[in-house]
């Protein structure tokens, strides 16, 4: 049975659409992917079964298998029901914890950060100017389960002004191993408006990232442009009629970022 959530929302309408398949253990790759497509979602989770108590979970995006997608483990877990569950998945394994009110906290596996090298051919394929990025946040590419190039600019409009060459940044994405770009724009000391293109995955626009907001709770936490106890809100999906509100918290002491948002049922 395939059950229909929008993650990272409390509307039906808004937030990040994803599949659910709570028993895949008798399906195999070519089958996931076909359902996958199928949906046409950014993402469809696939549990395939609970070794040692861990739900296996897998997910793939209408091209491919993704390592770690944050709003299908958002969806899969509400739909499992409150309480704690872990997730073991490619990356590595994923706490989530749900509450009575259908919101799920993740935690990811340890982020790492590291330069940003074809910058310039990401950027012609954005469409973007150098003068317009943000030299408080220099370019990155995060890691908390997935790639993602951090950039980030000092105007909304041109963050709302997205229209990237799809083959170019297809191209340099898979050949980079980049699932997602995080695109950034900080309006304020602990909320950012993003935006993530998802070529690879046969998506233009992806509506709510979670691993991605893992990943850039991480390089904010690396680079020191945030407390260590930050609780960060991201705004994503306002520029598709999909808003979606995503919080992302650092824990002294703890390797992996939380992101929690809540996720609905959809018609």
Same mark, same amino acid.
């Given at each position: 049975m395939i059950s229909r959530y929008a993650a990272f929302t409390e509307d039906p309408a808004g937030g990040n659409p994803a599949g659910v398949v /709570? *028993?895949?253990?008798?399906?195999?790759? %070519? &089958?996931?992917?076909?359902? !996958?497509?199928? @949906?046409?979602?950014?993402?469809?989770a696939f549990v395939t079964g609970r070794p040692e108590g861990a739900y296996r979970v897998r997910y793939f995006s209408p091209l491919t298998e993704i390592p770690f997608c944050g709003h299908a483990t958002v969806a899969t877990a509400v739909?499992?029901?409150?309480?704690?569950?872990?997730?073991?998945?490619?990356?590595?394994?994923?706490?989530?914890?749900?509450?009575?009110?259908?919101?799920?906290?993740?935690?990811?596996?340890?982020?790492?950060?590291?330069? /940003? *090298?074809?910058?310039?051919?990401?950027? %012609? &394929?954005?469409?973007?100017? !150098?003068?317009? @990025?943000d030299p408080a946040l220099p370019p990155r590419v995060a890691y908390a389960g997935a790639h993602h190039p951090i950039v980030a600019v000092t105007s909304r409009k041109r963050l709302a002004g997205l229209d990237y060459d799809v083959p170019a940044l297809k191209s340099l994405m898979t050949e980079r191993d980049w699932t997602t770009i995080q695109l950034v724009f900080r309006a304020g000391e602990d909320t950012f408006d993003v935006r993530n293109p998802f070529p690879v995955g046969g998506v233009y626009e992806d509506p709510a990232t979670g691993a991605a907001a893992a990943a850039l709770g991480g390089y904010l936490r690396e680079l020191g442009l945030v407390?260590?106890?930050?609780?960060?809100?991201?705004?994503?999906?306002?520029?598709?009629?999909?808003?979606?509100?995503?919080?992302?918290?650092?824990?002294?002491?703890?390797?992996?970022?939380?992101?929690?948002?809540?996720?609905?049922p959809m018609p």
């Open positions: /709570l *028993d895949a253990s008798e399906f195999d790759d %070519a &089958a996931m992917l076909r359902i !996958a497509a199928e @949906l046409g979602y950014s993402e469809t739909a499992l029901g409150p309480g704690d569950h872990l997730f073991r998945t490619n990356a590595g394994d994923v706490p989530v914890t749900v509450d009575d009110a259908g919101v799920a906290t993740l935690i990811s596996v340890a982020p790492s950060v590291r330069p /940003l *090298d074809h910058l310039t051919e990401l950027l %012609a &394929a954005l469409g973007w100017p !150098a003068g317009d @990025l407390p260590d106890d930050a609780t960060l809100l991201l705004r994503q999906g306002d520029d598709l009629g999909r808003p979606s509100r995503i919080t992302v918290r650092l824990v002294p002491g703890e390797p992996g970022v939380r992101v929690s948002g809540a996720a609905v």
